[in-house]
């Protein structure tokens, strides 16, 4: 038995979770709401203000899901009650980030600005110039996010340029020795 699959997801105060035909999972906070279709062999029940998430037999298969859909409807209570965020550090000379509305705009050596437009249900803030804070209720979706700015200038490992998660840590290399 799944260690994590058989632990129940605690339905929170102020959250509403409604199950559908077809295993489909809507979930209602103060933050938003989250919808998502699990797969057909598993049983989603509600119990006694816990989700219970059952497997009908020890295939490979059915295994390797029961810890999977219980991770996402627990990510999906948190993401409707608490929400997520990621915070990016950018180090460089000149490296800079800054907010305009819905678009964010980054500053990373190149000729050009880099210009990103936040997805529906993410946001961004600057509340330094090299300070990035990704926000959104999917997990999901702010770490993809996240990761799509990041890629933009990966930490390189002799100066420590780039853009950084930040409890991201950078393994540091030693330049040319000249002789």
């Not at 816990?50 to 996402?72: A, F, Y």
């Not at 799509?148 to 853009?163: C, D, L, Q, S, T």
Request: aromatic share 4%.
């Amino acid at each position: 038995m799944s260690r994590i699959g058989k632990m129940p997801v605690k339905i929170l105060d102020g959250v509403t979770v409604t199950i559908k035909e077809g295993n489909t999972l809507v979930v209602k906070g103060k933050m938003g709401e989250l919808t998502d279709t699990f797969n057909n062999t598993l049983t989603i029940k509600e119990e006694d203000g816990n989700i219970i998430v059952e497997r009908p037999d020890d295939t490979k298969t059915s295994r390797s899901l029961h810890g999977l859909t219980r991770s996402l409807i627990a990510n999906m209570v948190e993401g409707v009650t608490n929400g997520y965020e990621k915070k990016l550090l950018i180090n460089g000379v000149g490296y800079r980030a800054k907010k305009q509305g819905s678009k964010l705009e980054l500053s990373l050596g190149f000729s050009h600005q880099v210009i990103m437009i936040d997805p529906d249900g993410i946001t961004t803030e600057c509340p330094e110039n090299t300070t990035i804070i990704v926000k959104g209720i999917n997990k999901q979706l702010v770490g993809n996010y996240a990761a799509k700015i990041r890629a933009w200038r990966k930490p390189e490992p002799y100066k420590g340029k780039g853009i950084k998660y930040e409890n991201e840590h950078i393994r540091r290399k030693e330049g040319k020795l000249a002789n």
